[in-house]
């Protein structure tokens, strides 16, 4: 009898990983993320409230997950940098636009608030068949032992990597609009 549920457990186990395994070739890519300037909407002077950052990950379907680098000046030092893992999840679809709601945790460098969660958003257009262009928005709250404090930003960033269809498969949008394009109107024609 043992032997009956441990050979259905494996054969189970067998399929269920076959099965991701195949869908993993077809739903996974590399993406780089860069976000060359937001702006914190704190009191201030201009040059202390930019942040900037890099993002590396993989997507997997209609989920980002990724590792970001990056730096925020602040009035208290010269600037601080910043590590964390991000995940985004792409909401919506229209066409070459796409919203994401993305969260984060990580931690800040050099500074009494160490512990950095993110809370944001997304606007992004594709304009190229792996380029996409958008503005973000959220916020950073940054904790510490005594202190805690938040940082709403606004900014623009450029991702690389496929973006995605309507039921969150990995395509290129751009190309495959010409190619239907061009096939329908081949069709038109004759």
Same mark, same amino acid.
């Given at each position: 009898?043992?032997?009956?549920?441990? =050979? $259905?457990?494996? $054969?189970?186990?067998?399929? +269920?990983?076959?099965?991701?395994?195949?869908?993993?070739? !077809?739903?996974?890519?590399?993406?780089?993320?860069?976000?060359?300037?937001?702006?914190?909407?704190? &009191?201030?002077?201009? +040059?202390?409230?930019?942040?900037?950052?890099?993002? !590396?990950?993989?997507?997997?379907?209609?989920?980002?997950? #990724?590792? @970001?680098? #990056?730096?925020?000046?602040?009035?208290?030092?010269?600037? /601080?940098?910043?590590?964390?893992?991000?995940?985004?999840?792409?909401?919506?679809?229209?066409?070459?636009? @796409?919203?994401?709601? /993305?969260?984060?945790? #990580?931690?800040?460098? +050099?500074? =009494?608030?160490?512990?950095?969660?993110?809370?944001? /958003?997304?606007?992004?257009?594709?304009?190229?068949?792996?380029?996409?262009?958008? &503005?973000?928005?959220?916020?950073?709250? $940054?904790?510490?032992?005594?202190?805690?404090?938040?940082?709403?930003?606004?900014?623009?960033?450029?991702?690389?990597?496929?973006?995605?269809?309507?039921?969150?498969?990995?395509?290129?949008?751009?190309?495959?609009?010409?190619?239907?394009?061009?096939? /329908?109107?081949?069709?038109?024609?004759?």
């Amino acid at each position: 009898m043992n032997k009956k549920l441990l =050979s $259905l457990f494996f $054969l189970i186990l067998f399929i +269920n990983c076959k099965g991701q395994d195949t869908l993993s070739k !077809i739903d996974k890519s590399f993406y780089v993320r860069l976000n060359p300037i937001s702006i914190a909407s704190e &009191a201030g002077r201009i +040059n202390d409230r930019f942040i900037q950052n890099i993002e !590396i990950g993989k997507s997997f379907g209609p989920l980002d997950v #990724g590792i @970001s680098y #990056g730096k925020y000046s602040n009035k208290r030092i010269d600037s /601080s940098t910043f590590a964390q893992i991000r995940f985004s999840f792409d909401a919506a679809q229209l066409g070459i636009f @796409s919203n994401e709601f /993305s969260f984060g945790v #990580g931690k800040v460098f +050099n500074l =009494s608030t160490p512990l950095l969660f993110e809370l944001s /958003s997304t606007l992004m257009a594709q304009v190229a068949p792996k380029i996409g262009i958008g &503005a973000i928005f959220g916020t950073y709250e $940054l904790s510490g032992d005594v202190t805690q404090f938040s940082k709403s930003f606004y900014g623009i960033f450029i991702r690389y990597g496929l973006l995605r269809t309507d039921n969150g498969g990995l395509i290129s949008r751009i190309t495959k609009s010409k190619i239907t394009r061009h096939r /329908s109107y081949k069709k038109s024609k004759t």
